[in-house]
């Protein structure tokens, strides 16, 4: 597998390059973190936050995935982390700028993080967390499965980085064995072929739609009833959650 290998997207006014990120890139970091964080703000959800300096950190291991114009405009990015010593991989903090969204461009990353993830650790597990339907379907499309939080890492530095997600006080509600995320994977040693994956989500699509409001629903309902008996007077003047701000509840 070569890892220079790259991707070209043509889009109508653009041709955007997906490749492994260089030294040159890390102009992009501040960039890059800025959106990761606007962008949890407004969905809701949190990538684990990361700084600037861990950007680059990740672009100097090689461990890194850019997308960007033939303008050399940002486009996109995605990193590798591991756990367990090397026996979980996770693709994380897949992030595309506002203007390029719904074009293919998070499709593209994925699929090069991915292979190069499998280049850098041939023998370890895949995995990622995502609050998102179309996320869920380009993991499939790759050959990753739905799978239990019993079946990742059990890495505390993995789930510490989970602290800054607006959601975490459900994770730790749960022992950590659900939140709003859910889990899929990859197995290089036991695993369905892309092709069975992508036809599993497209048979199942409508059931994964029910499942992530069922999830947000039965989560969030503890700490939704928490927020109004604290607003009934339960205790004076304490402010409500965040969840109640986040949700307008």
Not at 53 to 73: C, F, L, R, S
């Amino acid at each position: 597998m070569n890892h220079f290998l790259q991707i070209t997207l043509k889009l109508e006014n653009n041709n955007i390059v997906i490749r492994v990120a260089t030294a040159a890139d890390k102009v992009y970091a501040t960039t890059i973190t800025d959106e990761m964080s606007s962008s949890a703000a407004a969905r809701g959800t949190g990538i684990a936050k990361r700084t600037p300096e861990y950007i680059e950190h990740k672009i100097d291991e090689g461990k890194a995935v850019i997308a960007i114009t033939d303008q050399n405009e940002w486009v996109g990015f995605c990193y590798i982390e591991t756990w367990s010593h090397g026996e979980y991989v996770a693709n994380s903090g897949l992030i595309v700028a506002p203007a390029f969204r719904k074009s293919g461009v998070a499709k593209a990353i994925k699929k090069r993080i991915f292979e190069l993830s499998k280049e850098l650790y041939p023998e370890a597990k895949i995995f990622g967390l995502t609050t998102g339907l179309a996320v869920m379907k380009i993991n499939s499309d790759l050959g990753y499965e739905p799978v239990t939080y019993s079946e990742l890492t059990q890495d505390e530095a993995f789930w510490a980085g989970c602290k800054s997600c607006v959601n975490y006080e459900i994770l730790m509600s749960k022992d950590r064995k659900n939140c709003m995320c859910t889990a899929m994977l990859y197995d290089p040693k036991d695993h369905y072929e892309p092709a069975e994956t992508k036809q599993y989500f497209k048979e199942n699509v409508k059931s994964f739609e029910r499942l992530l409001r069922f999830k947000k629903w039965k989560l969030l309902r503890p700490f939704i009833k928490k927020d109004k008996s604290e607003g009934n007077g339960g205790n004076g003047g304490k402010p409500k959650s965040f969840f109640h701000h986040l949700f307008h509840l």
